[in-house]
Protein backbone atom coordinates (compact mmCIF):
# COMPACT_ATOMS: atom_id res chain seq x y z
CA UNK A 1 0.00 0.00 0.00
CA UNK A 2 1.32 3.43 -1.06
CA UNK A 3 2.22 5.45 2.06
CA UNK A 4 2.23 8.82 0.31
CA UNK A 5 -1.01 9.40 0.63
CA UNK A 6 -0.56 13.34 1.48
CA UNK A 7 1.75 14.04 -1.63
CA UNK A 8 -0.91 16.49 -2.91
CA UNK A 9 -0.39 18.77 0.18
CA UNK A 10 3.53 19.40 -0.49
CA UNK A 11 2.31 22.93 -1.35
CA UNK A 12 1.00 23.73 1.81
CA UNK A 13 3.66 23.15 3.71
CA UNK A 14 3.42 19.22 4.21
CA UNK A 15 6.45 18.29 3.31
CA UNK A 16 8.06 14.66 3.98
CA UNK A 17 5.30 13.02 5.60
CA UNK A 18 5.18 10.51 3.25
CA UNK A 19 5.91 7.89 5.61
CA UNK A 20 2.69 8.64 8.46
CA UNK A 21 0.45 6.01 9.47
CA UNK A 22 -3.18 7.21 9.86
CA UNK A 23 -3.81 4.47 12.38
CA UNK A 24 -0.89 3.53 14.02
CA UNK A 25 -1.26 5.82 17.17
CA UNK A 26 -5.13 5.32 17.27
CA UNK A 27 -4.49 1.41 17.02
CA UNK A 28 -1.81 1.37 20.06
CA UNK A 29 -4.77 3.32 22.09
CA UNK A 30 -7.00 1.43 21.46
CA UNK A 31 -4.99 -1.77 22.31
CA UNK A 32 -3.48 -0.30 25.83
CA UNK A 33 -7.24 1.22 26.34
CA UNK A 34 -8.63 -2.29 25.84
CA UNK A 35 -5.85 -3.82 28.30
CA UNK A 36 -6.37 -1.08 31.15
CA UNK A 37 -10.08 -1.79 30.91
CA UNK A 38 -9.34 -5.89 31.63
CA UNK A 39 -7.75 -4.86 34.51
CA UNK A 40 -9.65 -2.49 35.87
CA UNK A 41 -13.22 -4.90 35.68
CA UNK A 42 -11.42 -7.25 37.25
CA UNK A 43 -10.22 -5.08 39.88
CA UNK A 44 -13.37 -3.47 40.24
CA UNK A 45 -15.07 -7.39 40.90
CA UNK A 46 -13.08 -8.02 43.81
CA UNK A 47 -12.93 -6.63 47.48
CA UNK A 48 -10.87 -7.40 50.11
CA UNK A 49 -12.07 -9.39 53.42
CA UNK A 50 -10.15 -9.07 56.85
CA UNK A 51 -9.84 -12.42 58.04
CA UNK A 52 -8.23 -13.27 60.96
CA UNK A 53 -5.56 -15.98 61.10
CA UNK A 54 -6.57 -19.03 64.07
CA UNK A 55 -2.82 -20.36 63.88
CA UNK A 56 -0.90 -17.07 65.16
CA UNK A 57 -3.98 -14.53 65.94
CA UNK A 58 -2.71 -11.87 63.08
CA UNK A 59 -5.37 -10.37 60.59
CA UNK A 60 -4.71 -10.26 57.08
CA UNK A 61 -6.70 -9.11 53.80
CA UNK A 62 -7.75 -11.49 51.54
CA UNK A 63 -9.07 -11.08 48.29
CA UNK A 64 -12.57 -12.12 47.58
CA UNK A 65 -15.24 -12.08 44.41
CA UNK A 66 -18.01 -9.42 44.66
CA UNK A 67 -21.13 -11.54 44.38
CA UNK A 68 -22.61 -12.47 41.05
CA UNK A 69 -19.61 -11.02 39.16
CA UNK A 70 -18.68 -13.91 37.64
CA UNK A 71 -20.25 -16.50 34.78
CA UNK A 72 -20.45 -19.82 34.61
CA UNK A 73 -20.38 -20.86 30.70
CA UNK A 74 -20.23 -24.77 31.37
CA UNK A 75 -19.95 -27.81 33.86
CA UNK A 76 -17.81 -30.98 33.49
CA UNK A 77 -18.47 -34.27 34.15
CA UNK A 78 -16.16 -34.07 37.33
CA UNK A 79 -17.67 -30.94 38.52
CA UNK A 80 -15.44 -28.67 37.54
CA UNK A 81 -16.85 -25.40 36.40
CA UNK A 82 -15.78 -23.06 33.24
CA UNK A 83 -16.13 -19.38 34.54
CA UNK A 84 -16.89 -16.24 32.35
CA UNK A 85 -15.20 -12.64 33.23
CA UNK A 86 -13.72 -13.47 37.10
CA UNK A 87 -12.75 -17.21 38.15
CA UNK A 88 -13.57 -18.04 41.66
CA UNK A 89 -10.89 -20.58 41.90
CA UNK A 90 -8.21 -18.62 41.83
CA UNK A 91 -9.34 -16.90 44.99
CA UNK A 92 -10.30 -20.35 46.94
CA UNK A 93 -7.02 -20.32 48.97
CA UNK A 94 -6.22 -17.74 51.70
CA UNK A 95 -2.63 -17.31 53.61
CA UNK A 96 -1.86 -15.63 56.43
CA UNK A 97 1.37 -13.70 55.52
CA UNK A 98 2.66 -13.67 58.86
CA UNK A 99 2.73 -17.31 60.29
CA UNK A 100 2.17 -19.26 56.31
CA UNK A 101 -0.98 -20.82 57.02
CA UNK A 102 -3.08 -21.85 54.09
CA UNK A 103 -5.89 -23.62 53.03
CA UNK A 104 -9.00 -23.45 51.18
CA UNK A 105 -11.51 -20.66 52.57
CA UNK A 106 -13.92 -23.39 53.69
CA UNK A 107 -11.41 -24.99 55.98
CA UNK A 108 -9.36 -22.24 57.08
CA UNK A 109 -11.08 -22.03 60.92
CA UNK A 110 -11.67 -25.96 60.76
CA UNK A 111 -8.48 -26.38 62.33
CA UNK A 112 -7.50 -28.38 65.90
CA UNK A 113 -4.71 -26.75 68.34
CA UNK A 114 -2.71 -29.66 67.57
CA UNK A 115 -2.41 -28.62 63.93
CA UNK A 116 -1.83 -25.42 65.19
CA UNK A 117 1.16 -26.53 66.87
CA UNK A 118 2.65 -28.16 63.42
CA UNK A 119 1.68 -24.93 61.75
CA UNK A 120 3.88 -23.31 64.14
CA UNK A 121 6.80 -25.81 64.21
CA UNK A 122 6.79 -27.11 60.96
CA UNK A 123 5.24 -24.22 58.29
CA UNK A 124 6.15 -20.81 60.19
CA UNK A 125 9.49 -21.94 60.67
CA UNK A 126 10.69 -22.01 57.20
CA UNK A 127 7.89 -19.53 56.01
CA UNK A 128 8.99 -16.36 54.25
CA UNK A 129 5.99 -14.60 53.25
CA UNK A 130 4.79 -13.36 49.58
CA UNK A 131 3.24 -10.09 48.43
CA UNK A 132 0.46 -11.00 46.04
CA UNK A 133 -0.74 -8.81 42.93
CA UNK A 134 -4.26 -7.27 43.28
CA UNK A 135 -5.78 -9.63 40.68
CA UNK A 136 -4.82 -13.26 40.20
CA UNK A 137 -4.40 -15.65 37.56
CA UNK A 138 -4.25 -19.29 36.96
CA UNK A 139 -0.69 -19.44 37.97
CA UNK A 140 -0.97 -17.72 40.90
CA UNK A 141 -3.64 -19.85 41.74
CA UNK A 142 -1.34 -22.70 41.18
CA UNK A 143 1.36 -21.89 43.81
CA UNK A 144 -1.25 -20.79 46.60
CA UNK A 145 -2.97 -24.24 46.39
CA UNK A 146 0.34 -25.94 46.41
CA UNK A 147 0.75 -24.69 49.60
CA UNK A 148 -2.67 -25.04 51.14
CA UNK A 149 -2.15 -28.64 50.08
CA UNK A 150 1.23 -28.46 51.84
CA UNK A 151 -0.43 -27.31 55.13
CA UNK A 152 -2.88 -30.10 55.16
CA UNK A 153 -0.32 -32.67 55.06
CA UNK A 154 1.41 -31.03 57.69
CA UNK A 155 -1.30 -31.12 59.76
CA UNK A 156 -2.57 -34.59 58.90
CA UNK A 157 -6.01 -33.12 57.94
CA UNK A 158 -8.43 -36.13 57.05
CA UNK A 159 -7.77 -37.52 53.28
CA UNK A 160 -11.14 -35.97 51.67
CA UNK A 161 -9.40 -32.36 52.07
CA UNK A 162 -6.55 -33.15 50.53
CA UNK A 163 -8.37 -35.00 47.37
CA UNK A 164 -10.24 -31.69 47.32
CA UNK A 165 -7.46 -29.67 47.01
CA UNK A 166 -5.75 -31.97 44.44
CA UNK A 167 -8.89 -32.27 42.80
CA UNK A 168 -8.99 -28.14 42.12
CA UNK A 169 -5.18 -28.30 41.07
CA UNK A 170 -6.00 -30.63 38.81
CA UNK A 171 -8.66 -28.24 37.32
CA UNK A 172 -5.96 -25.53 36.87
CA UNK A 173 -3.83 -27.59 34.92
CA UNK A 174 -6.55 -28.41 32.57
CA UNK A 175 -7.05 -24.73 32.39
CA UNK A 176 -3.36 -24.78 31.09
CA UNK A 177 -4.01 -27.30 28.82
CA UNK A 178 -1.01 -29.36 30.62
CA UNK A 179 -2.63 -32.73 30.52
CA UNK A 180 0.10 -34.47 32.52
CA UNK A 181 -0.31 -32.50 35.96
CA UNK A 182 -3.81 -32.57 35.39
CA UNK A 183 -3.73 -36.39 35.24
CA UNK A 184 -0.93 -36.53 37.88
CA UNK A 185 -3.17 -34.34 40.80
CA UNK A 186 -6.45 -36.26 39.25
CA UNK A 187 -4.82 -39.90 40.86
CA UNK A 188 -3.88 -38.17 44.47
CA UNK A 189 -7.84 -36.97 44.18
CA UNK A 190 -8.68 -40.65 43.50
CA UNK A 191 -7.06 -41.85 45.94
CA UNK A 192 -7.84 -39.51 48.54
CA UNK A 193 -11.76 -39.63 47.90
CA UNK A 194 -11.40 -43.40 47.78
CA UNK A 195 -9.77 -43.02 51.42
CA UNK A 196 -12.46 -40.60 52.56
CA UNK A 197 -15.39 -42.77 51.02
CA UNK A 198 -13.95 -45.61 53.06
CA UNK A 199 -13.17 -43.74 56.24
CA UNK A 200 -14.94 -40.22 56.49
CA UNK A 201 -18.84 -39.55 57.42
CA UNK A 202 -20.50 -37.41 54.51
CA UNK A 203 -21.18 -35.28 53.23
CA UNK A 204 -18.13 -34.48 52.14
CA UNK A 205 -18.13 -31.16 50.71
CA UNK A 206 -21.29 -30.77 50.36
CA UNK A 207 -21.38 -34.33 48.36
CA UNK A 208 -23.40 -36.90 49.58
CA UNK A 209 -22.29 -41.02 49.96
CA UNK A 210 -23.83 -41.13 46.02
CA UNK A 211 -22.56 -38.50 44.56
CA UNK A 212 -18.87 -39.15 46.16
CA UNK A 213 -19.03 -42.84 44.26
CA UNK A 214 -19.91 -40.76 41.16
CA UNK A 215 -17.02 -38.64 41.29
CA UNK A 216 -14.46 -41.65 42.29
CA UNK A 217 -16.24 -43.31 38.70
CA UNK A 218 -15.95 -40.24 36.95
CA UNK A 219 -12.20 -39.65 38.01
CA UNK A 220 -10.84 -43.71 37.20
CA UNK A 221 -12.68 -43.31 33.77
CA UNK A 222 -10.65 -39.95 33.26
CA UNK A 223 -7.07 -41.42 34.24
CA UNK A 224 -8.17 -44.37 32.02
CA UNK A 225 -9.37 -47.28 34.62
CA UNK A 226 -12.42 -47.79 32.73
CA UNK A 227 -13.00 -51.26 35.05
CA UNK A 228 -13.02 -49.60 38.07
CA UNK A 229 -14.96 -46.45 36.98
CA UNK A 230 -17.96 -48.83 35.34
CA UNK A 231 -17.81 -50.59 39.08
CA UNK A 232 -18.22 -47.38 40.94
CA UNK A 233 -20.86 -45.69 38.54
CA UNK A 234 -22.80 -49.16 38.06
CA UNK A 235 -23.30 -49.25 41.95
CA UNK A 236 -24.26 -45.33 41.87
CA UNK A 237 -27.30 -46.95 38.71
CA UNK A 238 -28.39 -50.04 40.59
CA UNK A 239 -28.52 -48.20 44.19
CA UNK A 240 -32.60 -47.14 45.05
CA UNK A 241 -31.37 -44.26 47.55
CA UNK A 242 -29.19 -43.11 45.11
CA UNK A 243 -31.18 -40.07 43.50
CA UNK A 244 -32.63 -39.35 39.90
CA UNK A 245 -29.81 -37.01 38.73
CA UNK A 246 -26.84 -38.63 39.83
CA UNK A 247 -28.00 -41.77 38.38
CA UNK A 248 -28.55 -40.25 34.81
CA UNK A 249 -24.60 -38.63 35.10
CA UNK A 250 -23.35 -41.97 36.11
CA UNK A 251 -25.56 -43.89 33.30
CA UNK A 252 -23.94 -41.15 30.65
CA UNK A 253 -20.63 -41.63 31.91
CA UNK A 254 -20.70 -45.29 32.15
CA UNK A 255 -22.08 -44.93 28.09
CA UNK A 256 -19.20 -43.12 27.10
CA UNK A 257 -16.97 -46.06 28.47
CA UNK A 258 -18.96 -48.36 26.90
CA UNK A 259 -18.69 -46.24 23.44
CA UNK A 260 -14.82 -46.15 23.66
CA UNK A 261 -14.30 -49.62 24.28
CA UNK A 262 -16.23 -50.45 21.54
CA UNK A 263 -14.37 -47.89 19.35
CA UNK A 264 -11.08 -49.50 20.92
CA UNK A 265 -12.74 -53.51 19.52
CA UNK A 266 -12.89 -52.18 16.16
CA UNK A 267 -9.48 -50.91 15.88
CA UNK A 268 -8.06 -53.82 17.24
CA UNK A 269 -10.24 -55.47 14.92
CA UNK A 270 -9.26 -53.71 11.72
CA UNK A 271 -5.89 -53.55 12.52
CA UNK A 272 -5.66 -57.49 12.80
CA UNK A 273 -7.52 -57.65 9.50
CA UNK A 274 -4.52 -55.15 7.72
CA UNK A 275 -1.84 -57.68 9.54
CA UNK A 276 -3.45 -60.47 8.06
CA UNK A 277 -3.27 -59.16 4.81
CA UNK A 278 -0.21 -58.25 4.96
CA UNK A 279 1.29 -61.50 6.40
CA UNK A 280 0.37 -63.17 2.86
CA UNK A 281 3.32 -61.61 0.94
CA UNK A 282 5.96 -62.75 4.17
CA UNK A 283 7.25 -65.53 1.95
CA UNK A 284 8.94 -62.77 0.02
CA UNK A 285 10.35 -61.35 2.60
CA UNK A 286 8.38 -58.51 3.53
CA UNK A 287 7.76 -57.43 7.17
CA UNK A 288 4.24 -56.39 8.11
CA UNK A 289 3.08 -53.62 10.88
CA UNK A 290 2.51 -54.51 14.64
CA UNK A 291 -1.09 -53.25 15.91
CA UNK A 292 -1.06 -51.06 18.16
CA UNK A 293 -4.45 -52.34 20.26
Known amino acids: MDNNIFSDLDDLGFKDIDKLNIYEKEGQKIKKTAEDNNKISHADLLYDRTITCPVCGSTFKARSIKTSSYRIIKKDSDFFINYNIINPYFYDVWICNDCGYASMKTDFNKIKNSQKDMVKNKISTKWKGKIYPAVYDVNIAIERYKLSLLNYTIIESPSSKKAMNCLKLSWMYRILSQSENENLFMK ?45 LGNVITNPKANQKIKDKARDQKDLITLSKESIEVSSNSSLDKNIEIKKPKKKGKGFFSKFF
Open 188 to 232: YSLLGFKKAYNNEDFPIYSMDKFTTMYLIGELSRRIGDSDEALLW
